[in-house]
């Protein structure tokens, strides 16, 4: 039991002497830039809208996230009043700056036939609704953004 503790110990030491309080982190919120003493790093996309989508998305399970590429994709949700009934979305972000035609959301349902998951056309206001409500938030988080400085 010793011979496990200690290595983890060794590590947790040694990990906590790496940090420094000298080097601070700024963001720009317009750009999503992040830079420090040390380094720089640009997200590829725009940072209202990359938060403002799994801000939005984030009652369903995150299959993956690439905040360089802009690309947001679910995994399957089954809303609990729909059990009958599957949705998955893939956000696309395409743009640094904070536009509507920078966004595209497009969803995929599935129903239940029996054991079987089938295809089906999701209703098209949907992806519309979405895109609404993602632009409507990357707006409340730039304007609180604003508001701060």
Excluded at 58 to 63: N, V
Excluded at 91 to 98: A, C, E, G, V
Aim: one cysteine or more; aromatic letters at 6%.
């Amino acid at each position: 039991m010793s011979k496990r503790i200690l290595p983890a110990l060794f590590c947790v030491l040694a990990l906590a002497g790496c940090g420094s309080s000298s080097d601070t982190a700024q963001v720009d919120m317009n750009t999503g830039t992040i830079t420090s003493a040390s380094s720089r790093l640009t997200l590829g996309v725009n940072s209202f809208l990359w938060h403002a989508s799994l801000d939005t998305m984030s009652f369903m399970p995150l299959q993956s996230a690439d905040p360089f590429g802009g690309v947001i994709i679910t995994d399957w949700y089954v809303a609990p009043a729909a059990p009958n009934e599957r949705l998955k979305v893939t956000i696309y972000i395409s743009d640094r700056t904070l536009r509507a035609d920078g966004l595209k959301v497009v969803v995929f349902r599935q129903t239940r036939n029996g054991n079987a998951w089938t295809d089906a056309a999701p209703s098209p206001d949907t992806a519309h609704q979405l895109e609404d409500s993602i632009l409507t938030r990357a707006r409340e988080l730039r304007l609180s953004t604003l508001g701060q400085g």
